[in-house]
């Protein structure tokens, strides 16, 4: 089966450090979607993008978080300088829309991130 | 904006109980609703979707209807696993503007005892 791959699965890092997170999507999707998971807030959407451009990072720190998708196969998640209340699970997910399709979002398995 | 409302868990059952995960939701227009599964150190994972009202999602002995009168989307099956042991998610799908986003519930964490 298809998936969506992402690296690291982990980080552990010091707080001011630079921290980047990359996901593959699935060969043939076009929107790919950053959330973060943590126990207090649940699942955020933080930025997505369609066929490469950016629709919507509303839900992103816009001072220190950057996404970018450099090619098909690969976006990223930026966090510059990184702080403790960013420590959380990182997950890409992607899906193809085609249409007014409502096609459904296939999830990596995420990047945990620890901040000390 | 658009929202989802699931029960909060943890709920815990023995394995043969029957589930029931309640999931309302507050949306403009149509969306879809889904639920997803998240099995521990993993991604979540589509379990089922229904994408107008009066459809029923099914898989894996899982099923829930669109209700659009009540605004509902609850998850039931009738015979629990303890393989069925993860965190659900219901969510709906924001399609103003096309968007597809989807937008989440807190999760219901669902432990099931031999």
């Known amino acids: 089966d298809a998936r969506v791959t992402q690296t690291p699965r982990h980080k552990v890092t010091e707080m001011g450090q630079e921290v980047t997170m990359r996901c593959q999507p699935i060969l043939g999707h076009n929107t790919v979607f950053w959330y973060r998971q943590t126990m207090m807030q649940g699942l955020e959407l933080l930025a997505y993008?369609?066929?490469?451009?950016?629709?919507?990072d509303s839900g992103m720190p816009k001072d220190r978080f950057s996404a970018e998708m450099p090619d098909a196969t690969l976006a990223t998640l930026k966090i510059q300088p990184s702080e403790p209340r960013d420590s959380a699970v990182y997950f890409c997910?992607?899906?193809?829309?085609?249409?007014?399709?409502?096609?459904?979002?296939?999830f990596g398995d995420g990047t945990r991130l620890s901040i000390l | 904006g658009n929202s989802v409302t699931q029960m909060e868990g943890p709920v815990t059952l023995s394995e043969e109980a029957f589930l029931t995960i309640n999931c309302t939701y507050t949306a403009t227009g149509y969306p879809s609703l889904f639920w997803y599964v998240q099995y521990p150190g993993e991604g979540l994972q589509l379990l089922l979707k229904?994408?107008?009202?009066?459809d029923k999602g099914s898989n894996k002995g899982f099923e829930a209807t669109y209700r659009k009168e009540t605004t509902s989307f609850h998850l039931e099956k009738g015979s629990v696993q303890v393989s069925d042991s993860a965190v659900y998610f219901c969510a709906l799908s924001d399609s103003q503007g096309g968007s597809e986003k989807l937008v989440f519930g807190k999760g219901t964490k669902l432990t099931v005892n031999p």
């Open positions: 993008f369609r066929n490469r451009a950016p629709l919507d």
């Open positions: 229904a994408t107008k009202a009066d």
């Open positions: 997910a992607s899906g193809l829309l085609v249409g007014s399709g409502n096609q459904p979002q296939h």
